[in-house]
């Protein structure tokens, strides 16, 4: 039996396609997207930030689908099966697999907060409320670590049911399901946002360019998302491409999924901050926009019950699409390397997870006077260790290994198929110089900032 039959295969272009855009697609896009956006000036940021998919995610995004589709193995696989066992290169793929690890203990720990907004929103908890009470509401899950710990655990066995079916059974079969109704919510939140009285000025605020609001941090806060959104350094594009037929376009496969992810990014902050500018509130207002701001704002609304609900289920199926791809990155490093059962490898990583996210949902709570890194709690701690050092790093070293060191023919012969001439040559020019110095910029802006450097000259001073 083949490699390709014993790990599974995409059963259709469309079903890869909804299901890597169903992995860039999540809380990034629609939690996080909006609100960094608001925070860096709004139509100038966006500018940047579509740039920066173009000219670093996208190259990337290729390179990481070569290496599974011609390899046919997980993101450590991948590189020991071009380099051979104990090559250095295998730990790009470690630290991808790590870096997936670590995102999905305390992403399923947010991701859950998203279940209990639906069950808030099914029983009117925002209807007639004010700001204040609305605000005590999110503080009080937070404060809440049984509640929180429960929700939790919600998310991590919807992902668990469906990653144990497998490649076409699950993942594939859900993302089918799960992708169309999440962009009919988007849909249905995006008209009534250009419906709405703020709809001129949230449209101002997203596309007028306004380039003195633009700072170097805006830039680096962009290029860094633009990583962060299509799923880069997390093990889940390689493996994802390990399970692509070999007549697929990669590149055509690539182009649709960044434009796919980047489509609903720009959706979702024309879905928000119309309504935000209809009732005269602030787009800045951090990461508290979607679990602070957005209920108020419905409490304000003809037909919030509604809206709010719609608006919590688009945000906790995007978390799901995101958690089972996460899950599956992980999974196929048991199933290749260690030759572990898809059984097996799905419960015992999702039951992993599960404990490991316990002191994230912790981290404001019983354990929020316990700190790792600095002052930081411990949800805090590995959420820069992972965003901030793990992804860039794993891009980094990927980003130069196809660039510089993956020899032969191999990757012309990938992006050669199906594609005009000048498209190798692009893409591998910017694989090679721009990409990695992108990244290398980002990490390095990231330990500067969170002040590593001057922690490591203190401990060894």
Known sequence: MSNTQTRGQWASRLGFILAAAGSAIGLGNIWKFPYITGQNGGGAFVLVYLLCIALI??????????????????????????????????????????AAFIILSYYSVVAGWTLDYVWRALQGAFVGQSAAAIEQQFDGLIGDGARQIICHLGFIALSLAIVIGGV????ERWSKILMPVLFALLLLLFVNGLLSAGAAEGLRFMFYPDFSKLTPASVLEAMGHSFYTLSLGMAII?????????????????????LL??????????????????????????????????????????????????F????????????ISLLEAQVAYLIDERGWGRKKATTFLALLCFVVGIPSALSYNVL????????????????????????????????????WFWKGEAEKEELRAGNAPWVYPVWHFMIRY??????????YAKIKESGLFTYLATLFS
């Open 238 to 258: 390689i493996t994802y491409g390990s399970y692509l037929d070999n007549d697929a376009n990669l590149v055509g496969a690539g182009v649709r999924v960044a």
């Open 312 to 323: 919590f289920l688009l945000i906790a199926f995007a978390a799901l699409t995101s958690t």
């Open 57 to 98: 995610g996208l190259p990337i995004m290729i390179s990481e689908l070569m290496l599974g589709r011609h390899t046919r193995k997980d993101a450590v696989g991948a590189f020991i099966s071009l380099e051979g066992k104990g090559t250095p290169w295998q730990l790009a793929g470690w630290v991808s697999v790590a």
């Open 168 to 171: 076409h059974k699950g993942i």
């Open 368 to 403: 929020g006077s316990w700190t790792l890194l600095g002052e930081r709690t411990f949800f805090d701690s590995i959420d820069l260790i992972a965003s901030n050092y793990l992804l860039p790093f794993s891009g980094l070293l990927i980003a130069l290994y196809v660039g």
């Open 261 to 310: 992810d980047t489509a609903i990014a720009l959706m979702a902050g024309l879905a928000i901050f119309p309504i935000v500018f209809a009732v005269g509130m602030e787009p800045s207002a951090g990461p508290g926009l979607v679990f602070k701001t957005i209920p108020i704002v419905f409490a304000q609304l003809p037909g919030g019950y509604l809206l709010a609900i719609l």
């Open 434 to 443: 721009v990409s990695p110095l992108a990244v290398a910029m980002v990490l």
